[in-house]
């Protein structure tokens, strides 16, 4: 039962083996009291895991939307990342944290190679070490010091995405400018195609890119980028992003139920 257990929970990213090990240790030598204290610690560890998400892009490009509706909140709740017609970025040390836990946080960065961020001390001025991930952000095209700044991440061995945000505005301008030929589905796929044409032409083809649109979420690429960005993150880490999201799609959801799954798996075999 212990390695079918452990085979179930292999894909999840979960240390079967050593958690199994300690909730039997536990079992030996603690009450049903004590026992049921220790479950519910190591139930609600992943709370306890700071994580660092870095959302990296030139003013008007959307960060601090696309912040506040992966917490799923807008600029007028209380936490909301500010969003206006002029700059908002001017604060590298500032962090959003997700309402549903404080240790998960979002950072909003401005783009590298301005007057005041430019290349020789970007990495430096942003403390590129303390995220765990980057999501480069645009409206339009990727820039040379996008592409620089993914060149490195992947030499410190950093995950990081390209992500391209407005897509609604796309749709909506080629409507006007077309109102007898437009086709939606067209849109977006002149977008993704020359999206990811330009990215490899730059050397970046093998990094992920998403379309999205931060005010319609069911829409394009949001949920596919959410699962990505649990996917890649390690097993506690992993937990901490996943049991922080809201269930707002089938495929969180599951993520969800898997999670809680495999903490299960474990706790049933003593008990």
């Keep these: 039962m212990l390695a079918a257990a452990a085979a179930a929970t292999t894909d999840l990213g979960w240390n079967f083996v050593a958690e199994a090990e300690e ?110 991930f980057f999501l480069l952000i645009t409206a339009d095209r990727f820039t040379e010091d996008d592409t620089w700044l993914g060149g490195e991440f992947a030499k410190r061995n950093k995950k990081y995405f390209f992500v391209r945000t407005k897509v609604e505005v796309d749709i909506s301008n080629n409507k006007k400018a077309h109102p007898k030929t437009h086709k939606e589905d067209d849109v977006v796929r002149v977008i993704r195609e020359s999206t990811q044409k330009h990215l490899k032409q730059i050397g970046c083809e093998n990094v ?6 931060s005010y319609k979420l069911k829409k394009f690429d949001f949920y596919l980028l959410e699962r990505r960005l649990i996917e890649d993150f390690t097993k506690l880490k992993r937990a901490d992003l996943v049991l922080s999201q809201q269930a707002t799609s089938r495929e969180m959801i599951s993520l969800k139920v898997a999670e809680r799954r495999s903490w299960m798996c474990t706790v049933f075999i003593f008990l």
């Design 208 to 213: 992920p890119v998403f379309l999205i649109d």
């Design 23 to 132: 909730l039997k240790e536990a079992f030996k030598s603690r009450g049903v009291e004590a026992n049921r204290t220790f479950l519910e610690r190591k139930r609600d560890e992943w709370k306890r895991i700071p994580l660092n998400v870095a959302v990296i892009g030139r003013s008007g490009v959307g960060k601090s939307s696309f912040i506040n509706a992966i917490r799923r909140l807008t600029a007028d709740d209380e936490g909301g990342a500010p969003v206006g017609v002029k700059e908002t970025t001017v604060d590298v040390h500032h962090s959003y944290p997700h309402p549903s836990n404080p240790l998960l946080k979002f950072w909003d960065l401005p783009g590298v190679g301005t007057d005041r961020f430019p290349r020789q001390t970007y990495l430096s001025d942003i403390q590129v070490e303390r995220f765990d």
